[in-house]
């Protein structure tokens, strides 16, 4: 009974390390949806412009929510697989560096929330919750990809 209880302990909801480049590729469609989405909302309007008897302005709304949502979902899904799949070799070590580089995430993107609501008011600051959806994810993935970097050049320098 106590193994048992020592092995759900230890259970850790990971993706597969090969899902990270499933993750990479999520987050470049993801980047690629958002900038079309921005050349070809301004194209669609120009086009509007031009073309007043054409009812095409419903068009370009819809256009632009759907990859406004589809830029949403691939970005945060690339995300959370870029930022949680398993590191080729998985120790109690990447463990502990996973857990405070997710808690440092947290400190540093609650910091920066209470900064925008005490300087930021109005419409801003609902763009502000928007992009506080996000950050999270992104602080944790650059303080974990820098200390397993940090990791691996002082491993390096001890061998040599």
């Known amino acids: 009974m106590v193994n048992q209880t020592l092995q759900i302990m230890k259970t850790r909801f990971l993706f597969p390390h090969k899902w990270r480049y499933a993750g990479l590729v999520l987050l470049f469609l993801g980047v690629l949806i958002r900038l079309l989405d921005s050349y070809c909302t301004d194209a669609l309007i120009s086009w509007q412009n031009t073309h007043p ?29 870029f930022g949680f799949s398993k590191e080729k070799i998985e120790d109690e070590q990447i463990a502990q560096l ?57 491993l390096k320098n001890s061998l040599v």
Request: proline share 1%; net charge positive.
């Open 53 to 81: 008897l054409i009812y095409g302005q419903n068009v370009a709304v819809f256009a632009s929510d759907a990859a406004a949502a589809s830029f949403i979902i691939c970005f945060i899904l690339g995300l959370m697989l």
């Open 98 to 154: 996973r857990l405070d580089s997710l808690q440092w995430a947290v400190y540093i993107n609650y910091a920066i929330f209470i900064l925008c609501a005490v300087f930021v008011h109005g419409f801003s600051f609902i763009s502000i919750i928007a992009y506080n959806t996000i950050t999270p994810l992104i602080f944790f993935i650059i303080r974990f990809r820098w200390k397993i970097y940090s990791l691996n050049r002082e």
